[in-house]
């Protein structure tokens, strides 16, 4: 099945077989950036499994996050599930006192059908810790929808502003324009490069979802403007205009210069902003990454799709001078992707390449019959299919980088180059060892 947006981009779905990480990872960058955060995942072996291989060494950091593992007694419903949470949730209210435990559904939750946002008001009111409830499971989601799905809950505990009247009356007093909250989970040295980006334009960030700290959580509410950061949102969005009666502002996502700059000019333009010396700031950055650019200009690219920030890479490295075939992502949400799409269409146009298909659920299968053919430069691909295209002298670069790495704002595009053009230094590096396959075909 294909549609097209303005006979231009071409939609496919596929059979939705393909290599992600579980949502339930998303604990792993949400319990760092909220401090006072405690996340208890309530599932089985099998998820244990996954975070404490996928976490690495994070796991010997006495992380802020347990496992609430499940037995068959549970499962047979002759334990009580709410006592036995109500007696994990006393533990770690004991141990480690913090001011939110999330609990995270998993796909045994779900397919249990425990109901976890039943009992959560209720324990609260007992322990007198906020319990939020995200289903962050393997049946519905893939990967960083994980994130959306918490801040998605957390987005309903954040205080109501006090001010309901409508705007030009809610202005507040150190800014002439309405209240602007960001959502996206970004380390804070990002939160704060964004921040003064915007501050430089006259605009006063009032909040981010989430907050360092759970206890300053954002006030929302009718009149206050809400911007994502992240493609992969779009659940967040929903709730923060439909619940919170936000208003959305829908840009491309401030991932690349190109993309910084439109992030920032759309907002500009919905406050009535002139922006100033974006363009220039632009150019400066694009001429820094001079040295990168050589190296990928002309090169092709193959976006397998895992993260759902394909995207806004795939338009980044389109302006870098790449070509790309195919932009893999497990869901698409055309309508909170809107600007970010319409961006991409243009860029294809003036860098004069052809638009690259866009496939939602893609099948590894079929990829890896299409990644033979085609022979990119470069294949953006999990890692059990990276080591195996190496082998066959492909290039790969491992997906889950991009999803760690700081590659929001103006200064860390050297970071995403910096990602794509190592394997292709590698492997340059390398070539005159002449060993580029290594499998009989
Ligand atoms: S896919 Fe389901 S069972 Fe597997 S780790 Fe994720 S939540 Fe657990």
């Known amino acids: 099945m294909s ?18 990480f579980c949502p339930i990872s998303c604990v792993s960058w949400l319990y760092q950036k909220i401090e006072d955060s405690f996340f208890l995942v309530i599932g089985t072996k099998t998820c244990g499994y996954f975070l404490q291989n996928a976490l ?56 249990i059908k425990m109901d976890l946002e039943g009992m959560a008001p209720r324990l609260e009111e007992e322990i007198n810790i906020p319990i939020v409830v995200a289903r962050a499971n393997g049946l519905d989601y893939a990967f960083t929808q994980g994130e959306d799905t918490v ?3 957390m987005a309903q505990r954040c205080p109501e502003s006090v001010n309901k009247k409508k705007e030009p009356s809610n202005l507040t007093d150190q800014s002439n324009h309405p209240p602007l909250v960001l959502f996206g989970s970004l380390p804070s040295t990002v939160v ?11 605009i006063q960030v009032s909040g981010w979802l989430p907050s360092q700290r759970y206890t300053e959580l954002p006030t929302l509410g009718e009149g206050v403007y809400v911007c994502g950061v992240h493609p992969f949102l779009s659940r967040t ?50 001429a820094g990454l001079e040295d990168y650019l050589k190296l990928v200009r002309g090169k092709s690219v193959f976006f397998m799709g895992d993260n759902l920030l394909e995207i806004s890479l795939a338009r980044f490295l389109i302006r870098c001078g790449m070509v790309v075939y195919e932009v893999g992502i497990p869901y698409m949400d055309k309508r909170f992707q809107a600007a970010e799409l319409l961006l991409l269409q243009k860029t294809c ?3 004069n390449v052809p638009m690259p298909r866009i496939v939602e659920k893609p099948d590894n299968y079929y ?11 470069l294949v953006i691909t999990g890692m059990a299919h990276c080591n195996p295209l190496e082998a066959r002298g492909i ?47």
């Open 56 to 111: 690495g060494v994070m796991i010997f950091a006495e992380p802020r996050y347990a496992m609430a593992e499940l037995e068959e007694s549970d499962i047979s419903a002759q334990l009580n599930d709410y006592k036995e949470l109500k007696r994990l949730c006393l533990q770690i209210k004991q141990d480690r006192n913090p001011s939110v435990i999330v609990w995270i559904g998993t796909c045994t939750t779900e397919i």
């Open 237 to 286: 969005a929903t709730t923060l205009m439909r619940r919170r009666k936000c208003k959305l502002i829908g840009a491309p996502f401030p991932i690349g210069p190109d993309g910084t700059r439109a992030w920032i000019e759309k907002i500009c333009s919905v406050f009535g902003k002139t922006p100033k010396g974006l363009e220039e700031r632009e150019s400066k950055i694009w």
């Open 367 to 377: 990829q890896i019959q299409r990644i033979r053919e085609f022979q990119p430069s």
């Open 151 to 153: 801040l998605a809950a």
């Open 3 to 20: 549609s097209a947006l303005n006979e231009a981009l071409v939609f496919e779905c596929e059979t939705g077989n393909y290599h992600t």
């Open 192 to 202: 704060t490069q964004l921040t003064l980006e915007l501050k430089n334009q006259g």
């Open 395 to 441: 290039d790969t670069k491992w997906s889950v980088e991009f999803t760690f790495a700081q590659i929001h704002g103006f200064t860390n595009a050297r970071e995403i180059l910096d990602l794509v053009t190592r394997p292709l230094r590698r492997n340059d590096n390398l070539k005159a060892l002449g060993w580029s396959k290594l499998v009989k075909n």
């Open 349 to 351: 146009k003036q860098m």
